[in-house]
């Protein structure tokens, strides 16, 4: 064998193509760090400002977006116990954690808001979550609602996984440990400082905001898009990085004003984005979370928020589901 230094090896060979059903062929191999793509979008280039695509949706087929980042401690652990998680009916993070519990082998339990869908035929989501091998457990709104009390969630947790051993991630997967998870992702957008001042992300929970931000480099802002009405998670993302990092890091603000009436809720003028968006990119666009980001994102443009020639990266935290 020469000893010779030869050419530089070729690239790590990519994931293999992804079969219609949308099942992994290749276990757990992340495409990470996630592809950068530029657009070229009339909302933004109208106003010199330039848009890039950071495509954390194609970081794993059963696990992607924020996602996989939060559920990175979870998967690094993965042992026997039963992961007990919460969610609502259609909850990216259900379907998430149960496909990591199947891709992983170990037991997922999804205590699910809304115990009258126990009598009911399951929707898409939940139906593909228990075909992943979840267990589901349906609770009232009004206990769902409680679940952060010590004593309910303890009796829950007791419900859901019995006596053995157990491992709780509370609802959107937003732990200290996965908000620190998604500093990851910011440190991947440092390494664009020179060129991209802004990143961009929709927030549920805030805790991929908190991580993001964190991560970036200090020249760099974090802008959230929340797509829950109430004006509560700037609060929310403050409480995420105290305890996931003991105090408030990078720079970061929250824009209220594009959650279209609240959680899935949509308008008129959102729709009429999103498939215009669709079809001049090719890119299909989760409604709840990345329809809202992209056109919140456009909305502040035209308003002025960003200088003439700054770059901002949207992360495309996940895809829609059922995909098309
Ligand atoms: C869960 C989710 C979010 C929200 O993330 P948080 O960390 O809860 O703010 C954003 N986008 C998509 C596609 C999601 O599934």
């Known amino acids: 064998m020469s000893t010779r230094p030869g050419p530089v090896p070729p690239p790590p060979v990519p994931p293999a193509p992804r079969p219609a059903d949308g099942r992994s062929p290749h276990g757990l191999r992340p495409l990470l760090p996630s592809p950068v793509q530029e657009v070229r979008e009339p909302a933004f280039e109208r106003y010199g400002v330039r ?8 970081i794993h087929p059963d696990i992607p977006g924020n996602k996989w980042r939060k559920l990175a ?36 339990v999804g205590v699910v808001r809304g115990e009258e869908l126990a009598g009911r035929p399951l929707n898409a989501s939940l139906a593909r979550c228990r075909a992943d091998g979840m267990r589901l457990v349906f609770i009232s709104r009004a206990r ?34 996965a908000v620190r998870a998604c500093a990851v992702l910011g440190e991947e957008l440092a390494a664009l400082r020179e060129t991209t001042p802004v990143a961009a992300v929709a927030c549920g929970t805030g805790g991929t905001l908190a991580g993001l931000a964190a991560g970036l480099a200090p020249e760099q802002e974090a802008v959230g898009v929340a797509v829950l009405k109430g004006g509560f998670l700037g609060a929310e993302v403050a409480a995420h990085q105290r305890g996931a990092f003991g105090g408030p890091r990078g720079r970061w603000t929250v824009e209220d004003g594009f959650h279209h009436g609240g959680y899935a809720r949509t308008s008129p003028e959102l729709e009429t984005f999103a498939a215009a968006f669709e079809e001049r990119h090719g890119l299909a666009l989760e ?38």
């Open 51 to 58: 848009l890039l695509l950071k495509r954390d949706d194609l």
């Open 73 to 108: 401690p979870v998967l690094a652990e993965a042992d026997s116990r039963t992961v007990v998680t919460f969610g609502g009916a259609w909850s990216n993070h259900l379907r998430a954690t149960a496909a990591a519990g199947r891709l992983l082998g170990f037991p997922t």
């Open 144 to 177: 769902y609602r409680m679940k952060a009390d010590p004593r309910v969630g303890a009796e829950l947790v007791a419900e859901a996984a019995g006596s053995g051993p157990a491992r709780v991630v509370p609802e959107g997967g937003s732990d200290h440990a």
């Open 287 to 324: 409604r709840a979370y990345v329809a809202k980001l992209l056109h919140g994102l456009a909305s502040l443009t035209a308003g002025g928020r960003f200088r003439r020639g700054t770059a901002v990266a949207a992360v495309i935290t996940g895809r829609p589901f059922p995909t098309a």
